[in-house]
């Protein structure tokens, strides 16, 4: 006991040995008390202990510990010079009074950034400066580099692959669809934020539904409100570009457009004409749908077009567009709005087409004289089969003139929502299509003219914990006349056709919040339709005809009066139905989700009643079309989706036009004469993560889907002459496809990187001259992006592009593939300057053993002043004059060779007003 | 006398309206830090979020003030965001009055303001813990304060002993700061040596009687002692319904107050303000930064 007495008596006693206590007052040089100095004891590394002075200058600390080597007191303050001392920690309390001498220290300042992203919720802030290259203008060229945001070619937003349902700006909803007014006509330093907003709901009473839109929101400046700002534009080439014949040498571009943004009020007008690239064009694309106008006699008989090639400019367009849109807050919760637009296009590109077709072969050498006529090149494939193969060059020239008027209104409150749209569209087309085929020109020529009267009507109400919705929608489409004609060997004939529709559909809904857990949703409609179309195909005339004569025939058949006024001697093949379509329906749905919300499954189970009516022929059928979808919210990041659905379908009176409706020179098209009806059952699961806050995206999805009808499309050709009627046959189809797609910013190194890839395969059937054959096609697709600025003058982006396709049928196999690597470098010499070039290296199977490569090559610099941008684009600098792919469309082999815009110099002046 | 009453009533009301306001310079800053503080909670539903806000530190001496900053971009005061993220974090003013700490919070319908005395933090420093912020040479040090234990990292290369929201007391100004849990974070966005007055905001009750029924008695500020502040916030905050309806407890601002205003807000939502405060229609889960 006395030994451990002894032992601790000696440790308080060599604790308390090393305890040292420093007091002291820290005073100025008017010896005035300094507080909040930082007072520390220092050995050569590391703080024994520390205080600050009090207001009176005074501190008191104790030093536990007894280093070996030097310690230190130090003094410190912002306003004054640094004083140390040396100290000697013996255990004894000591006093150390300081002066501080007055000097300022200098910090290292650090330069308040705003955060690149924030994410408030399901909203995600980036502040678009913080992501903006040296070369960028256009707000467009900023959401470019956005993390998940991808902008296409047309304009179109997606983000993590979901198009953007509403792009807002400062939260008013101005140009529904076409935002491409906004995003490639606001200057990029006149945003400040771009917010991603997931989940959206564009109606608040919907808010306590699960949503998987995507909005945008953009905030402008404060030097972009209030006042009014805008554009001009204009360029023109210097030298005249090496087009072909027929196409404009000289291009050039003007326009103006204006737009003011106040808290109540916005608007963007807008007028723009030119004939170089798209201009003029673009803006006025509505993303939304709804651009064009498409009515059951023009769906019948499409313009003759051609396809557009992947890449490369091949289109000489000339192009007009006026627009005013306007937007004003009735009150806190109400807006008024109307676009209204006028646009012109015109284009014409070069195209020569190569169409493979299975045919049986001919039993006899007469038949095989006739059969071959006009084909060039057929080859023996499979047993019984041959390969007729049609060589074509045509020069397609389309022209349009499309105006439209939309008036909206909108009061969006948590209570009621209320929605008003009238839509009124008019489109007068004209298109040319002469084909060059075996020494023979066919001349083809089509005129049309389409009017559109549509309303829409939404309108929603909380009653207690329920809901109460109405949508009313009612839209009238004519085609008063449609005139085809055909001139070819000598033949003349002609196609015209007219069109009413009347589609009403009146929708009411109830949804009972039975539970915090459990919605009822009691939805009844009413389709109630009425289509009136009628097709005249006229004989052809005798042959001994020159080509005026021709060329009078044309003219005079396409300013012909409506084709019911012809005699009945000139009519061919005549089709004239009427009738009327209702389709009431009842579908109750069942809402649940768990007490955490997370999990939200949703069973519908709509039955309808179909009632068609044209002619002679009639339909009356029950439907059941049940539904199930789930999805699993693991947190604000991520989320799993799955829905499964069988949905019946039937056709419609297109499907009960008999007689022969002649589509282009050597197509004709017959329907079965049946109402068609189809089954289909698609089932998909997706996954999403995004952590915006690391800048990493992440979607992998699945898909299948069967499909049924009981009709099917069976293909004759004989000679160069193809046409498509119907078999009464059951026909199976069906596709399963998985996708994955990610994206990752660094913004540090201003990095984007970006991969995506998709398989799919599956099988349909079609016939041929009514034999049916089973194919089955397979592919996949990978695509990678990178884009990054190793230093601040150099910007370099990386696309490669990689595709396999297979179409199989029978013992036959069609396999192509194509690679593609486009390459950007912008280099800044100084910060207003960009210098980039583009190349682009493509290179495509043509046929099982042929390739073709094809470079592309742009260049252009960009200076930009204050208000000015001043650009110089060199197009198609190696003069590529032609692009060359190929697809099957299952037993169909197209080969396609575009003529291409050849080189062009551009110059370009952009002013911010 | 109906002509003395109606004078009377017109200058009560103009009372009303004016939410008379005095300011009090406390002293000039030596520099002006700002901090991204960023707060990880659920939302209504129950999904991850995390609330954002800026703040600025103020710092003159042994005074300083930290405050949200809602002049910087993207932050904007009426925004529900904003707003959201502001229910967290209260304007703090630190040595005002000397030796303690003064905070203001805004609970709808009300601004409080509460007093405390400041206690020192009792930091442990880990010396060779070293790393790099901005530039600045940073060591660790960890505290237990409020009832959460915190890491910051703190630079002796800026010779105060400020910190972000109630944390200080280091030898060296805080750049970061971290909850245990990782619920809350205080990074620092920026540094400017420049002189701004510290302003605190004197605000006055007001009485208004031509509005709704709940103005009669109400006060649109009141002072409360901290502790019972904190039970009091930690009561209504933390209460279940909160989220889903964060106005549970004064549910008729209209009747209340006679008029509510309407902004708009984020993606064009309406936000709605009652008394001069936001009234959020939808609230996130209450993450107090104190326990004690």
């Not at chain 2, 005095?22 to 002006?32: G, M, N, P, Y």
């Not at chain 2, 960023?38 to 954002?52: E, P």
């Amino acid at each position: 006991m006395r030994f451990i007495l002894t032992l601790l008596t000696v440790v308080a006693s060599l604790s308390a040995r090393t305890q040292t206590t420093i007091s002291g007052t820290v005073t100025n040089l008017q010896h005035q008390p300094v507080g909040d100095v930082i007072v520390r004891v220092t050995d050569e590394k590391h703080t024994l202990a520390f205080c600050t002075t009090d207001a009176k200058g005074t501190y008191r600390l104790m030093v536990k510990d007894t280093p070996q080597g030097e310690t230190f007191i130090r003094f410190a303050h912002i306003s004054y010079e640094v004083e140390q001392e040396k100290v000697s920690l013996d255990g004894k309390p000591q006093v150390k009074d300081m002066l501080l001498v007055p000097k300022t220290i200098t910090l290292k300042e650090v330069k308040v950034r705003a955060v690149p992203l924030t994410q408030m919720g399901d909203t995600l802030n980036h502040n678009l400066a913080s992501f903006l290259g040296k070369g960028d203008v256009s707000l467009e060229d900023g959401l470019k580099r956005l993390p998940g945001v991808e902008v296409a070619k047309s304009g179109a937003i997606s983000y993590m692959g979901k198009p953007i349902s509403a792009f807002n700006i400062e939260g008013l909803n101005l140009l529904g669809g076409k935002y491409n007014l906004a995003t490639r006509n606001i200057p990029a330093d006149y945003v400040t934020q771009v917010q991603v907003i997931r989940n959206y709901h564009e109606r608040k009473v919907d808010e306590d539904k699960p949503s998987d839109a995507v909005a945008m929101n953009i905030k402008l400046a404060k030097k972009a409100k209030m006042k009014p700002f805008g554009q001009e534009e204009a360029g023109f080439t210097p030298v005249p570009s090496s087009s072909g014949e027929g196409h404009d040498h000289w291009q050039g571009i003007l326009g103006l457009t204006g737009m003011l943004f106040t808290e109540d009020f916005q608007t963007i007008c807008s007028g723009k004409l030119g004939n170089y690239k798209d201009y003029a064009n673009s803006d006025l694309t509505d993303h939304l749908g709804g651009s064009g106008l498409s009515t059951r006699a023009t769906s019948l008989f499409g313009g003759f077009d051609g396809g557009r090639p992947p890449q490369g400019e091949y289109l000489y367009q000339r192009n007009a567009m006026g627009t005013v849109n306007g937007i004003q807050k009735v009150d806190s919760i109400s807006t008024f709005r109307v676009n209204a637009d006028y646009s012109y296009h015109r284009a014409t590109h070069d195209i020569a087409t190569a169409t493979t077709y299975l045919s049986p072969l001919p039993t006899s050498p007469q038949e095989n004289e006739s059969h071959l006529d006009g084909a060039s090149s057929p080859s023996l494939g499979t047993e019984g089969w041959s390969r007729v193969m049609v060589s074509e060059q045509t020069s397609p020239l389309s022209s349009s003139h499309l105006p439209s008027l939309q008036v909206n209104y909108r009061s969006n409150a948590r209570q009621q929502y209320v929605w008003d749209m009238l839509t009124m569209k008019a489109k007068f087309e004209h298109n040319e299509g002469d084909v060059h085929y075996n020494n023979v020109w066919a001349e083809q020529r089509r005129k049309t003219t389409s009017l559109e009267v549509a309303n829409s009507l939404n309108f929603s109400r909380r009653v207690g914990g329920h809901t109460v919705h109405f949508n009313s929608d009612v839209h009238f489409q004519r085609t008063p006349s449609l005139c085809l004609s055909f001139a070819d060997s000598g033949e003349e004939w002609s196609q015209t056709a007219q069109s009413t529709s009347l589609t009403t559909e009146h929708r009411t809904s109830f949804d009972l919040h039975l539970t915090k857990k459990f919605t009822l949703n009691l939805p009844v409609s009413l389709t109630a339709n009425y289509d009136f179309i009628e097709t005249i195909l006229c004989a052809a005339t005798p042959s001994q005809q020159s080509q005026q004569q021709q060329q009078n025939f044309i003219e005079t058949t396409l300013c012909a009066a409506i084709p019911s006024q012809q005699s009945p001697q000139q009519q061919d093949a005549h089709n004239r139905l009427q009738g009327t379509t209702f389709i009431p329906s009842f579908s109750p749905g069942f809402e649940w989700r768990n007490a955490n919300r997370r999990l939200y499954t949703l069973l519908s189970f709509p039955f309808s009643f179909r009632l068609m009516h044209y002619g002679s022929t009639s339909l009356s059928k029950f439907y059941l079309n049940p539904s199930a979808s789930l999805s699993y919210t693991f947190s604000a990041n991520s989320k799993l989706s799955a829905s499964s659905s069988l949905r019946y379908g039937t056709g419609d009176m297109l499907d009960l036009l008999t007689a022969p409706m002649q589509t282009s020179y050597r197509s004709t098209r017959t329907a079965s004469g049946v109402i068609g009806e189809s089954r289909n059952w698609a089932s998909s699961l997706d996954w999403k993560l995004q952590v915006p806050l690391q800048y990493f995206t992440l979607n992998l999805g699945a898909s299948h889907s069967e499909g049924k009808r009981n009709t099917l499309t069976s293909q004759s050709v004989s000679g160069v002459d193809v046409s498509t009627s119907s078999l009464f046959r059951d026909t199976h189809s069906r596709t399963t496809s998985f996708s994955l797609s990610s994206s990752k910013n660094i913004p540090s190194l201003f990095a984007k990187f970006g991969i995506k890839g998709n398989y799919s395969f599956g099988s349909g059937e079609q016939a041929v001259n009514g034999n049916v054959i089973q194919h089955h096609h397979q592919g996949y697709s990978l695509s990678g992006h990178v884009g990054i600025t190793p230093v601040s003058w150099l910007e370099m982006n990386y696309d490669i592009d990689y595709n396999w396709q297979r179409s199989s049928y029978e013992d036959t196999r069609n396999t192509v593939t194509s690679l593609t690597h486009s390459g950007a470098l912008h280099v800044f010499p100084i910060s207003s300057l960009d210098i980039s070039v583009n190349y682009d290296h493509v290179r495509r199977q043509i046929t099982t053993d042929r390739y073709k490569h094809m470079s592309l090559f742009n260049a252009s610099a960009q200076y930009k002043l204050k208000r000015l941008v001043l650009r110089l684009e060199l197009d198609n600098l190696l003069n590529q004059r032609h692009y060359a792919y190929t697809v099957f469309d299952g037993i169909n082999t197209y080969s396609y060779d575009y003529g291409l815009c050849g080189r062009t110099t551009f110059i370009k002046a952009t002013f911010k007003l | 006398m109906k002509k003395l009453n109606v004078i009377l009533a017109l200058l009560l009301s103009v009372t009303a309206q004016a939410q008379p306001q005095e300011k009090d310079t406390l002293a000039v800053s030596d520099f002006i830090a700002t901090y991204i503080y960023q707060c990880h909670t659920l939302d209504a539903d129950g999904k991850d979020v995390t609330d954002s806000i800026q703040l600025s530190l103020q710092v003159s001496g042994n005074l300083w003030k930290c405050s949200p900053d809602d002049k910087s971009e993207g932050m904007i005061a009426n925004d529900q965001a904003y707003q959201e993220a502001l229910m967290h974090v209260p304007t703090v003013w630190m040595g005002y009055p000397e030796g303690s700490i003064t905070c203001h919070e805004t609970l709808f319908p009300y601004i409080y303001e509460t007093q405390e005395v400041r206690q020192p933090i009792l930091w442990d420093i880990a010396s060779t813990d070293t790393l790099t912020i901005e530039g600045y040479l940073c060591h660790r040090a960890t505290a237990t304060y409020k009832g959460k234990t915190w890491v910051a990292c703190y630079t002796e290369d800026i010779p105060s002993s400020a910190g972000p929201w109630k944390l200080s007391g280091l030898p060296g100004l805080i750049l970061r700061a971290e909850d245990r849990e990782g619920i809350h974070s205080f990074m620092l966005n920026g540094l400017l040596q420049e002189q701004q007055p510290i302003v605190f905001q004197h605000y006055r009750s007001a009485l208004a009687f031509n509005q709704g029924t709940f103005t009669r008695q109400r006060f649109d500020f009141q002072k409360m002692e901290h502790s019972k502040f904190l039970k009091f916030k930690k009561k209504i905050l933390g209460n279940k319904l909160y989220p889903q309806h964060p106005n549970f407890y004064a549910p008729n601002a209209l009747g209340a107050f006679g008029s509510v205003e309407y902004w708009q807000g984020t993606g064009g939502r309406t936000i709605q303000r009652a008394n001069g405060v936001v009234m959020l229609d939808k609230a996130h889960v209450y993450q107090p930064l104190e326990l004690k």
